[in-house]
């Protein structure tokens, strides 16, 4: 089964400097979707950027980008000049491209962020 | 553009107690979830469906049950509530692989449930 480990379970950050979170997955497919989702203290889950496995550039969303590193299983989120509406819950999701009603997600990971 | 809306968004019930949560969604997507969230958990999948009329296990089924009678609608029925239950319980829905509808999950906004 996929499994999906967010090794931090919190971190911080100044505003306007740059943080990364790091994400790491297990599976044996080669065909995968991959999810950083936020969830604010509003509790809505939002969607923040993903990734296909089969493309190799790194997906990149304004002042959020990611490091896919496939060999490796490995997912990180970069977060560049930090904003204090960045303060939430960040998870991150794993889904089969085969078994596609397979959604994993890691425990997720506490950012604050500080003035 | 509601998405994704779940009714209610807080309830406090007493062990022993029933309850159904409903989890509507109007984006026509076929494969509908239930997770819920623990601190320091992450979310869990309780059950999900792929489609209208069928349903499966997840993660933590146990003192669940589902329905899907409309591709619409998912429920997710607790028949005896146990303070195990206490959670913030989240529907999502996504569309079918390779439709062009995505391939992330929309969620709702989640219902925080205490059994005392």
């Known amino acids: 089964a996929q499994t999906v480990t967010q090794s931090q379970p919190e971190m911080s950050v100044q505003e306007a400097e740059t943080v990364t979170l790091s994400c790491t997955y297990d599976?044996?497919?080669?065909?995968?979707?991959l999810f950083w989702y936020k969830q604010p203290p509003s509790r809505q889950m939002i969607l923040v950027i993903r990734?296909?496995?089969?493309?190799?550039q790194n997906a990149t969303e304004n002042r959020f980008s990611v490091n896919f590193q496939k060999a490796a299983k490995s997912f990180s989120l970069k977060i560049s000049d930090s904003q204090l509406g960045d303060a939430a819950m960040y998870f991150c999701?794993?889904?089969?491209?085969?078994?596609?009603?397979?959604?994993?997600f890691g425990k997720g990971m506490k950012l604050t962020v500080n003035p | 553009n509601a998405g994704v809306t779940q009714t209610p968004k807080f309830r406090v019930l007493k062990t022993g107690q029933s309850m159904t949560l409903l989890c509507a969604q109007d984006?026509?997507?076929?494969?509908m979830y239930w997770y819920r969230q623990d601190p320091g958990m992450g979310l869990r999948l309780i059950h999900y469906?792929?489609?209208?009329?069928?349903?499966a296990k997840g993660e933590v089924p146990d003192g669940y049950n589902v329905s899907r009678l409309k591709k619409q609608n998912f429920l997710l029925g607790l028949e005896s509530a146990a303070p195990s239950q206490t959670s913030v319980y989240f529907c999502?829905?996504?569309?079918?692989?390779?439709?062009?509808?995505?391939?992330?999950?929309?969620f709702g906004q989640g219902t925080r449930l205490t059994v005392v």
């Open positions: 999502a829905s996504s569309p079918r692989p390779k439709t062009g509808g995505g391939t992330e999950a929309f």
């Open positions: 599976t044996s497919e080669s065909d995968y979707y």
């Open positions: 990734q296909e496995a089969y493309k190799q």
């Open positions: 999701a794993y889904r089969s491209a085969v078994w596609y009603e397979k959604l994993v």
């Open positions: 984006m026509n997507h076929e494969y």
């Open positions: 469906s792929v489609g209208e009329g069928t349903t």
